[in-house]
């Protein structure tokens, strides 16, 4: 029975003896918090992540002392059997059968050999290999899911290049991009990452910045210079900076029609 009916469960066999595994009786060690604190994205959150520390923050009369205001993230409760589904597929190694719909007037059927379900900036993606590609799904555009029978062994390189990216943008070709930070802004990009791989590489005299990041898609940054502007410029390549200006042009031009249409119609 125990090595048959109950093979599910996660039994440990010791002298002879079986027990369940101490997180599935409710018990939690401080290396299932640490595990579940990288799964989450959160290690890094906190001066440190020791055994002391995490006690501390358990603590019901040190708890109102700390306060976190994460990502807003997109709420996916109602789609927990189609996300266990993935999950499952990903652990069996077996293929996964859906309708993806791009957009409001384009759905595609795809069968897909999933490796990971990944949350960028609080959206879930499914990442997996489509025709011998790495590619990502949106989590919430998948529709009529079920599995296949076809298993599958993941690509070592594929999982890699998953392990390493850090957008949506898996398969594109990556783009180094030179940017200049003003120094009234410099602060910012000090603090933290503010674009897919950033690196300071150097320092101006007035306390400016001279940065690089690559993506892989312009989106991932034209957004963000937007944002920062006029603080933030783009030094190079050209091609990334006339793509700039030109959206920029005629984001200029659309608020000019606007304005001579409210004109009229006043």
């Given amino acids: 029975d125990l090595n048959q009916r109950f093979?599910?469960?996660p039994l440990q066999k010791e002298?002879?003896?079986?027990?369940?595994?101490?997180?599935?009786?409710?018990?939690?060690?401080f290396s299932d918090i640490e595990k579940f604190a990288v799964l989450a994205g959160i290690k890094g959150l906190f001066p440190s992540l020791s055994s002391d520390f995490v006690r501390e923050i358990f603590d019901a009369r040190l708890e109102s002392s700390i306060v976190v205001k994460g990502h807003?993230?997109?709420?996916?409760?109602s789609r927990e059997p189609a996300f266990r589904n993935l999950q499952a597929a990903i652990k069996n190694r077996v293929c996964v059968n859906f309708i993806y719909a791009s957009s409001a007037a384009?759905?595609?059927?795809?069968?897909?050999?999933?490796?990971?379900?990944?949350?960028?900036?609080g959206i879930w993606y499914?990442?997996?290999?489509h025709?011998?590609?790495?590619?990502?799904f949106t989590f919430s555009k998948i529709n009529a899911l079920f599995s296949c029978t076809q298993q599958f062994t993941p690509k070592p390189e594929l999982v890699e290049q998953l392990v390493q990216s850090d957008s949506v943008w898996i398969n594109e070709?990556?783009?180094?991009?030179?940017?200049k930070v003003a120094p009234s802004i410099a602060i910012f990009f000090k603090r933290r990452r503010l674009i897919s791989k950033q690196v300071i590489k150097e320092e101006t005299p007035d306390g400016g910045l001279i940065l690089s990041c690559t993506v892989g898609h312009l989106n991932q940054l034209l957004p963000i210079v937007r944002y920062w502007m006029p603080n933030l410029t783009i030094?190079?390549?050209?091609?990334?900076?006339?793509?700039?200006?030109?959206?920029?042009r005629e984001h200029i031009k659309r608020l000019e029609d606007d304005q001579v249409l409210l004109s009229v119609e006043g």
Wanted: hydrophobic residues 35%; proline residues 6%; aromatic residues 12%.
């Fill in 7 to 9: 093979s599910y469960l």
């Fill in 15 to 29: 002298d002879g003896r079986y027990k369940l595994e101490p997180s599935y009786l409710g018990q939690l060690s």
């Fill in 72 to 77: 807003s993230y997109e709420d996916i409760s």
């Fill in 106 to 121: 384009i759905e595609k059927q795809y069968v897909v050999s999933p490796l990971k379900l990944l949350n960028l900036k």
């Fill in 126 to 129: 499914l990442a997996g290999e």
């Fill in 131 to 136: 025709d011998g590609k790495l590619k990502t």
């Fill in 173 to 179: 070709k990556p783009i180094e991009i030179v940017l």
């Fill in 235 to 248: 030094v190079s390549p050209d091609f990334v900076r006339n793509e700039y200006f030109q959206q920029i």
